[in-house]
């Protein structure tokens, strides 16, 4: 049981379909299908029913589920762990601002600075856009 195959699992599981989790994992729906039948066969179980473009999760697919969710959420917290052993403090920040906010002046409060952060990336989503914009810096933000 590897981690792509157990992402593309909770993928699938989430969406309901194989191909709006390729698009989600950025694959292509054959690639999703591949690692989902590669860890069916690791498990000997069926995860899913597959009726025409309808998947539902079986039985065992229902039990794994949230066990997928755990090992995910455990090795999260080990890097993390790991990470902070050598000073550096990882995680994700979510603000929540308004549009003018969150365009116009959260930006420039995130500047560059010299910090303990060593690295950050700002993820901002608008409704506008179908994709968050997405940089990254090598210093922390500068919090006026």
């Known amino acids: 049981m ?9 993928a699938v599981a989430e969406t309901g379909s194989f191909s709006e989790a390729g698009e989600r994992l950025h694959l292509t729906q054959p690639a999703v299908s591949k690692r989902i039948a590669a860890l069916e066969q690791q498990l ?11 998947v539902r999760l079986t039985e065992a697919g229902r ?23 050598n000073g550096d403090v990882s995680g994700r920040l979510t603000l929540a601002t308004s549009h003018h906010i969150g365009l116009h ?37 500068s919090w006026r």
Do not use: H, M
């Open 44 to 54: 000997q179980v069926r995860l899913f029913d597959r009726l025409g473009r309808e």
């Open 105 to 141: 002046r959260l930006p420039p409060c995130c500047a560059p600075s010299p910090a303990p952060i060593r690295r950050w990336r700002w993820t901002s989503a608008s409704s506008i856009r179908k994709w968050p914009t997405r940089r990254s810096c090598t210093a922390a933000p």
């Open 63 to 85: 039990a794994l589920l949230p066990r997928a969710y755990r090992i995910l959420s455990v090795l999260e917290d080990t890097r993390r762990a790991l990470n902070n052993l």
């Open 2 to 10: 590897d981690l792509a195959s157990l992402n593309a699992f909770i």
